[in-house]
Each structure stands twice: as structure tokens, then as C-alpha cells.
């Protein structure tokens, strides 16, 4: 009887598996079409000076919503990208896509912010990642300044080529961030060699401020160590005014997550400027 169970249980677990390897291919094999279709788009989420409580920038976070299948999370869609090389048609269209934004809110009379693009691991290292920005910032007519990179860790520790493309970007006047900062393995000497100017808080340290003593000393501990360094640091994810106050009192720059706002369409954000 017990030998059956087992027999069962491997069988569900079996066929459960097949359907994830489906699910899986069938999002590999739909990429291409769906940027074809116009499937994907491109949310904006505000990020505020903690100080002041001015909207500072934006960061561009791409969409998915499949004819048949529904919204699909980049947390799902984008490894599978960067396993079948699609992030690089996904990463540029959202450069372009963001880089155009920017400019028409510059043109609708918006006060100049920065737009923050995340650019994966794979898209870093396997693109000249310095011409398609400069392509991409040409075709919108906007200028560098209003361009930022989030870069994660895996990035820096992956080349040694990564130093010199991130100090080209730089060199454009391109601003660079950390993106989920503290979730790598890299060595913090690496803050020292690139031209990096924000650390961004990863949201499950922020999440965890008043759950966990220990995250809270981590948040307080990249706070400090940012400002020792010089460097900007932005927490992610922040969802309540009781983390706000604790990123406020440790002197954090700036913050964002759903307290403030979700990520909005390009006239959500028009309408935010217009009321502040
Ligand atoms: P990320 O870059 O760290 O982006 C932050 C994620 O947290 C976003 O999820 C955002 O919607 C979500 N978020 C923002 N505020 C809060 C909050 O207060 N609470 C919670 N629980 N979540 C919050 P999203 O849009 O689903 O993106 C997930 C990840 O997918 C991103 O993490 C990023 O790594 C990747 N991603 C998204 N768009 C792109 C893209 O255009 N290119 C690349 N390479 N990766 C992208
Ligand atoms: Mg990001
Ligand atoms: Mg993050
Ligand atoms: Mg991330």
C-alpha cells in the first residue's frame, strides 16, 4: 500500500513537472511574436526624495500580457529571455521604449526627471551595450543625464570587460545603479573600481525592517556605508509608513515602492506632476 502511494505520488509530480517544462518552452518559443504583436509595454514607477517627498525619477519595469495566456511577470519571463538570448530584443525595446517616454514628458512641459532601465546580466555582457544606449538616446533626442542603468551584482562579477563598458557608460554621463543591492556575492571591493553612483536596498531587506532586527541592521548598515562612500542609495519596496520613518531617521535618500505608488502608465505619471 505504502509502495503504491509512493508510485502515485511520483507519477503527480511527474506529469506537474511536464506541464512546467511546457509552460516554459511555450513562453521561450512566444517572445518574438509577442514584441511583433505589440504585447509588451512598459509601466513606470515613481521614486521619491525621502526628505522632500518630490518625485525624483521613474524606473521602467516592461509588461507582458499574452492574447491568449493573460499578463505574464517578468520575475517568470525574463530568466527565460536571458537563457534564450529574447533579452536582448526585450532590453532594447524597453531602452527605447523608456528613452522616448522620458523625452515626450520633457516635451508635454513635465520638469526633467531620470528614467531608470534594468539591463540583465546576459544583456550587459552580450551586447555593446554602450552603442545600442547611444543609438537608443539619439532616436529619442534625449540626453544622457536623464538616463540611468540598474545594473545587479551578477554584472560585475561576471567580466572583466564589465569595468570598462561600465566606465564608457559613465563617460557618456549615463547614471549607474545597484540594482537589489546586498542579494549578490560579490565582494564589496568592487564598489571601489566601478564608476557606480546609487546602491538600491533590495526589497526583502526593506520588507523585513520591523520584522527582523537583522535586516534592519543591514538597511542601517548600507544606508552608512552609502554615504561613507559618497553614493546614493535609494531603498526598494517600501510598503509602509513605519519603514519610511526608519529609512527617514538613517538618513536614506530616496525610496520607492507601493506606499508611495505602483508602477503607472506614461499618463498616470503626467497626471502625477500636474497635481504635485
Ligand atoms: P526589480 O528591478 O528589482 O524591480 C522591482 C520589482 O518590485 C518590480 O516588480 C516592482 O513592480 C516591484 N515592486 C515595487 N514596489 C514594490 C513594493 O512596495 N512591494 C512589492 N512587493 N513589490 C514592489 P516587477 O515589475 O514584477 O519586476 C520584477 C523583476 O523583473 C525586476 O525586479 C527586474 O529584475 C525584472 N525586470 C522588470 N522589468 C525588466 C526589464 O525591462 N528588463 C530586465 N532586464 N529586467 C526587468
Ligand atoms: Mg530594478
Ligand atoms: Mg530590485
Ligand atoms: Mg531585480
Redesign the pocket.
Known amino acids: 500500500r505504502v509502495k503504491d502511494e509512493g508510485k502515485n505520488h511520483f507519477q503527480f509530480f511527474t506529469s506537474e513537472m511536464n506541464d512546467l517544462v511546457s509552460r516554459k518552452s511555450k513562453i521561450a518559443m512566444s517572445i518574438r511574436k509577442g514584441l511583433e504583436l505589440g504585447e509588451f509595454t512598459?509601466?513606470y514607477?515613481p521614486q521619491f526624495d525621502i526628505e522632500s517627498e518630490k518625485i525624483i525619477g521613474v524606473?521602467?519595469?516592461?509588461?507582458w500580457h499574452h492574447t491568449k495566456w493573460g499578463p505574464i511577470?517578468?520575475?517568470e519571463f525574463?530568466p527565460i529571455?536571458?537563457e534564450n538570448g529574447m533579452?536582448l530584443h526585450?532590453?532594447e525595446?524597453?531602452?527605447r521604449t523608456?528613452c522616448q517616454q522620458n523625452k515626450d514628458w520633457q516635451d508635454a512641459g513635465l520638469p526633467p526627471f531620470r528614467v531608470a532601465?534594468?539591463?540583465?546580466a546576459k544583456?550587459f555582457s552580450n551586447s555593446n551595450i554602450a552603442a545600442v544606449v547611444t543609438s537608443a538616446l539619439a532616436d529619442a533626442g534625449l540626453s544622457p543625464e536623464f538616463l540611468e542603468l540598474?545594473l545587479?551584482e551578477s554584472i560585475i562579477q561576471g567580466a572583466r570587460s564589465a569595468i570598462s563598458k561600465m566606465w564608457e557608460l559613465k563617460a557618456m554621463g549615463i547614471h549607474l545603479s545597484i540594482?537589489?543591492f546586498g542579494t549578490g556575492y560579490s565582494s564589496l571591493s568592487y564598489l571601489k573600481l566601478f564608476p557606480v553612483d546609487t546602491l538600491?536596498i533590495?526589497?526583502h531587506f526593506?520588507?523585513n525592517i520591523h520584522n527582523d532586527p537583522k535586516d534592519a541592521a543591514l538597511v542601517d548598515t548600507i544606508i552608512q556605508m552609502a554615504h561613507n562612500l559618497e553614493l546614493n542609495v535609494i531603498a526598494?519596496?517600501?510598503?509602509t509608513s513605519e519603514q519610511l520613518a526608519f529609512l527617514k531617521k538613517k538618513k536614506c535618500n530616496q525610496a520607492?515602492?507601493?506606499?508611495?505608488q505602483?508602477?503607472l502608465l506614461p499618463d498616470q505619471i503626467e497626471k502625477l506632476y500636474l497635481k504635485a
Open positions: 512598459v509601466r514607477q524606473e521602467a519595469l516592461v509588461r511577470s517578468p520575475a525574463i529571455a536571458e533579452i526585450i532590453g525595446f524597453v531602452l523608456a532601465v534594468n539591463i540583465s544583456q540598474e545587479t540594482d537589489d538600491k533590495d526589497q526593506t520588507r526598494e519596496g517600501v510598503e520607492q515602492g507601493y506606499y508611495f505602483k508602477p
